[in-house]
């Protein structure tokens, strides 16, 4: 029997912001859990939050690195939380992905720049997902 994780449990959220034309777009992000809300960071120049700007409903559900759902999808609301709050995201995430930094992300970030062409990450953004109901 397969084991379905609720959002905020494992290492990986998958996150889904909508088009302008309400079309979905799941992203799997790392996240950290703080205050009954999911805490992610992110490119500030991605398209994702470019979305959540627009339309702050978001979908979100446990999933794999690649995005495989892993439970349930729920209903949330994302905030881009100001600056001033990063450093203390920066040092959850530190240490929740402590290894995973170190071997996962200058891999992850080789294979978005190849597949996207996309240059190297430039300012961070901070979101904060409150799950509704």
Same mark, same amino acid.
């Given at each position: %029997?397969?084991?379905?994780? /609720?959002?905020?449990?494992?290492?990986?959220? +998958?996150?889904?912001?909508?088009? #302008?034309?309400?079309?979905?777009? *799941?992203?799997? @992000?790392?996240?950290?859990?703080?205050?009954?809300?999911?805490?992610? +960071?992110?490119? *500030?120049?991605?398209?994702?939050?470019?979305?959540?700007?627009?339309?702050?409903?978001?979908?979100?559900?446990?999933?794999? *690195? +690649?995005?495989?759902?892993?439970?349930?999808t729920?209903?949330? /609301?994302?905030?881009?939380?100001p600056? +001033?709050?990063g450093?203390? @995201?920066?040092?959850? %995430?530190?240490?929740?992905?402590?290894?995973? #930094?170190?071997? @996962?992300?200058?891999?992850?970030?080789?294979?978005i /720049?190849?597949?996207?062409?996309?240059?190297?990450? $430039?300012?961070?953004?901070?979101?904060?997902?409150?799950?509704? $109901?």
């Amino acid at each position: %029997m397969e084991h379905h994780e /609720r959002p905020g449990e494992g290492k990986y959220l +998958s996150l889904t912001s909508y088009r #302008r034309d309400g079309t979905p777009v *799941a992203t799997p @992000v790392w996240f950290v859990t703080e205050n009954g809300r999911l805490l992610v +960071s992110t490119d *500030a120049g991605s398209y994702k939050v470019k979305r959540i700007r627009r339309n702050p409903t978001v979908a979100i559900a446990a999933c794999t *690195a +690649s995005g495989r759902l892993r439970g349930e999808t729920v209903e949330a /609301r994302a905030e881009i939380l100001p600056d +001033s709050e990063g450093q203390h @995201v920066d040092t959850l %995430m530190k240490r929740k992905y402590r290894i995973d #930094r170190i071997l @996962v992300l200058p891999l992850y970030r080789a294979v978005i /720049r190849v597949r996207h062409r996309q240059q190297p990450e $430039g300012k961070p953004a901070y979101l904060a997902i409150t799950p509704l $109901g």
